[in-house]
Nanobody, 118 residues
Framework: VQLQAYGGGLVQAGGSLRLSCAASGRTFPMAWFRQAPGKEREFVAIIWSSGSAYYADSVKGRFTISRDNAKSTVYLQMSSLKPEDTAVYYC????????????????WGQGTLVTVSS
């Protein structure tokens, strides 16, 4: 499985940005993680084959994960962005779950940098 994430960039606080992740195959579920400078990677959102989604508390209500099965693409629409959302965002397939947390994945795409200026 190959994943290609893109769409990162520089945006002002309060702005919006949409990330995309193209998958080489139809792989479920799909997720986004992020890693801020000097911090550990953290879970952002996941979407299952049913279309159901789950979000980290830190992004709930601001981010929306969706998918286009015809294009084998997963999206992350980010709104009301904050400086603390600055991170490298990673697309992932078949995320791993343990002890109430999504901590990793079987497949990873390369990261795309999102920078939110204050």
């Amino acid at each position: 499985v190959q994943l290609q994430a893109y769409g990162g960039g520089l945006v002002q606080a309060g702005g919006s940005l949409r990330l995309s992740c193209a998958a080489s195959g139809r792989t479920f579920p799909m997720a986004w993680f992020r890693q801020a400078p000097g911090k550990e990677r953290e879970f952002v959102a996941i979407i299952w084959s049913s279309g159901s989604a789950y979000y980290a508390d830190s992004v709930k209500g601001r981010f929306t994960i969706s998918r286009d099965n015809a294009k084998s693409t997963v999206y992350l629409q980010m709104s009301s962005l904050k400086p603390e959302d600055t991170a490298v965002y990673y697309c992932a397939a078949e995320p791993r779950y343990r002890d109430g947390n999504y901590y990793g994945a079987k497949y990873w795409g390369q990261g795309t940098l999102v920078t939110v200026s204050s």
